[in-house]
């Protein structure tokens, strides 16, 4: 991956979603807010979605009009690209018309920014295109003072054809333009004050959070939540702040939820614990349904240990913690052997926990494989998986924990290291 420029807190990626574009009311505010922070000294460079439902609109008439018959994934592309597209031209139109230099930027230019492969549909950018063209055509503006307008979502091929990168595709857009800017901050403008504390859909009481870590925005999105989409987490650059914010504040100030941190794009193995752990299993008739009894076994162990990971079944509770003195044993035991339900306990020690992460791992087939294959053939035991957040992790003993994470590392190298490719 080509490096980053130097980060400039100054400079600023500011991605308007559709919903923050669906009518001109909405286009005219956008406007304002970007005039207000150009007025304060910013540097930005604005990326825009469709306005509204267009791309929606645009694949539902396609195929009405269509009738079944399949024109070619480079044309629908060219076809979808449109929305952004005039998102992009009637942005530009009005920030000049507020006496602002604004330069709207169209794929079939020669200073297009966004190269991408030839994956028609869910493209994939070619970075190294991506920074220099960059550095070449969209910083020089920034460095003057004038606003790049470029429309989200949308590539070009080497060889001039229009790709579209997916749902997601203009968040994807914002980071690759922050990561070779040096952009101090990304900023995405939506409906919504920011990242939820549950889906309001479903949870009438959710309320906004003000902080999270790429890694727990990861997870929410593997559950269902699909605000920033995993892969356009892939890109964003680590030391580059995210801000989401409503635009009805009408000001790119107003609070909102920080992303902070970076989560793999790729998928990589390494030891997610440096020292040995124990595996506790407590057994016994309705143990996990039991929360007063789980809750002092909880409390128990988090006392004098760590508690890295937990897993159950009917009748069964798993506890992955780290207990250096053997301590948090002695008081697990100590609570099961007052408790009628639980009948025994049982913990295997000097386990290595090894994690394999990236953005998507739930959507590569024959990951379990690809980590469990390579260690049966060499005669390594796996004494448990789990898989959280799009980690999956791998027990195994503590001795032969490098040569495992060694030959982890070798089978997903071997058979493509992309997550979700």
């Known amino acids: 991956m080509s490096e980053s420029k130097v980060k400039d807190d100054a400079w600023l990626v500011v991605k308007y979603g559709g919903s923050s574009l669906a009518d001109g009311a909405r286009v005219s505010n956008a406007a304002n807010m970007i005039l207000e922070a150009l007025r304060k000294g910013k540097r930005i460079a604005v990326v825009v979605s469709a306005m509204g439902r267009t791309t929606d609109d645009l694949m539902r008439i396609a195929r009405e009009a269509l009738n079944g018959v399949d024109p070619g994934v480079s044309d629908i592309d060219d076809l979808l690209s449109m929305g ?10 009005v920030l000049r018309s507020m006496g602002v230099e604004a330069r709207y930027y169209d794929p079939e230019g020669e200073d297009w920014p966004i190269i991408t492969d030839d994956r028609f549909g869910d493209a994939e950018p070619i970075l190294s295109e991506c920074a220099r063209r960059i550095r070449d055509h969209v910083a020089p503006l920034m460095v003057r003072g004038a606003v ?11 060889d001039g054809r ?4 997916g749902r997601g595709g203009s968040d994807t ?7 070779y800017l ?3 901050e990304v900023i995405l403008v939506t409906d919504v004050d920011g990242i939820m504390t549950a889906d309001p859909k479903l949870v009438g ?3 906004p959070i003000p902080e999270i870590s790429a890694r727990e925005l990861a997870g929410l999105a593997d559950s269902g939540t699909k605000f920033i989409h995993k892969k356009a987490l892939r890109y964003k650059p680590k030391d580059v702040n995210v801000r989401v914010l409503n635009y009805r504040r009408g000001s790119l100030e107003a609070g909102g939820t920080l992303i902070r941190g970076e989560f793999p794009g790729e998928l990589e193995a390494k030891l997610g614990f440096q020292d040995p752990i124990d595996m506790v299993t407590v057994v ?10 789980i809750y002092r076994i909880l409390r128990a162990a988090s006392k004098s240990g760590r508690i890295l990971g937990v897993s159950s079944d009917e009748n069964s509770l798993i506890l992955y913690l780290s207990s250096p003195n053997g301590k948090a044993l002695r008081d697990i035991h100590r609570v099961i052997s007052g408790a009628g339900g639980a009948a025994a306990m049982a913990a295997r020690r000097s386990i290595a926990l090894i994690r394999v992460e990236g953005v998507g791992l739930e959507d590569t087939p024959g990951i379990i494989g690809r980590i469990s294959n390579p260690l049966r053939e060499r005669g390594i035991n796996i004494f448990g998986m789990f898989t959280v957040a799009s980690s999956i992790s791998t027990l195994v003993d503590w001795g032969r924990r490098d040569e495992a994470v060694q030959l982890i590392r070798d089978s997903l190298n071997h058979e493509g290291n992309s997550v979700g490719g």
Do not use: D
Request: hydrophobic content about 40%.
């Open 284 to 293: 016994g008739r309705g143990v996990p349904s039991n929360p007063q009894l």
């Open 84 to 93: 952004e597209r005039t998102s992009a031209r009637l942005l530009a139109t």
């Open 162 to 165: 229009i790709t579209t990168i």
């Open 205 to 207: 009481e959710a309320k």
């Open 182 to 184: 040096g952009a101090g």
């Open 148 to 158: 790049p307008v470029i429309p989200g979502f949308i590539g070009r091929t080497l």
């Open 173 to 179: 857009t914002a980071f690759i333009l922050a990561r």
